[in-house]
């Protein structure tokens, strides 16, 4: 099946350590984003890659890192350098022409302790 | 930048009832898209708008993109206890990036 693929669900980690969410998608989607989602509000947009190699900072880029050397994985780090770092995370991935609808993964809900 | 406008914030209905939502904006948006969210689940596309007028089905919902491109609205008719949910409307704007609403909070009562 195609799809985007999100690992762990759920990911508990101590204040202070940088921890790195995972998303994999097989859908040969050039463009790949990630969202952070709290409660009661919109999805907001951290970083984005429209192709291998190359990515974007989106609104609240701040403490986080990501990576895309395969065009499958989009990996995003959540840095000791967030202040705020609990939330749920949301990965989406579209086929990079203009107007393209975005696809999401399952979401992981990081809870730092 | 672009910003939606989604309205209502939340709804509570009785199973049975109808339910409209809507997404305004300012500025002319080129896409609608309307998504629905489980908790704890990633959005799923419900409905995907590319022109002007135009009105899409899909089973009981209903969406249309705004003639003035400026707004779009989703019906779901006869709700059911599993159209509980966030359902959030989205558009491509003048830059191209895809832009989402706050969303709307939907609870049917059984």
């Known amino acids: 099946d195609g799809g985007i693929t999100q690992s762990p669900k759920y990911l508990f980690r101590k204040e202070g350590q940088n921890v790195t969410l995972s998303c994999e998608q097989n859908?040969?989607?050039?463009?790949m984003y990630w969202y952070r989602q709290d409660p009661g509000q919109g999805l907001r947009l951290i970083y984005y890659s429209q192709i291998v190699n190359d990515f974007q900072k989106g609104d609240i880029a701040e403490g986080y890192s990501v990576s895309r050397e395969k065009k499958e994985s989009f990996p995003l780090t959540v840095t000791s350098a967030q202040k705020n770092p609990t939330a749920f995370y949301l990965c989406?991935?579209?086929?990079?022409?203009?107007?393209?609808?975005?696809?999401f993964g399952p979401g992981t809900r990081l809870t730092v302790l | 930048g672009q910003q939606l406008n989604q309205s209502p914030q939340s709804m509570f209905i009785q199973e049975g009832e109808d339910v409209s939502m809507n997404c305004t904006s300012s500025s002319i948006f080129n896409t609608w898209l309307w998504y629905k969210q489980d908790p704890g689940e990633g959005p799923v596309l419900l409905i995907a708008?590319?022109?002007?007028?135009e009105l899409t089905s899909n089973g009981r919902l209903t969406a249309q993109f705004g003639i003035t491109r400026k707004d779009s609205f989703l019906n779901i008719s006869a709700s059911i206890p599993s159209d509980v949910g966030i359902y959030f409307c989205a558009g491509h704007g003048n830059t191209g990036k895809l832009i989402f609403g706050q969303g709307t909070t939907l609870q049917v009562k059984p």
């Open positions: 989406a991935s579209t086929s990079g022409r203009a107007l393209d609808t975005q696809y």
């Open positions: 859908l040969n989607h050039d463009a």
């Open positions: 708008l590319y022109k002007a007028g």
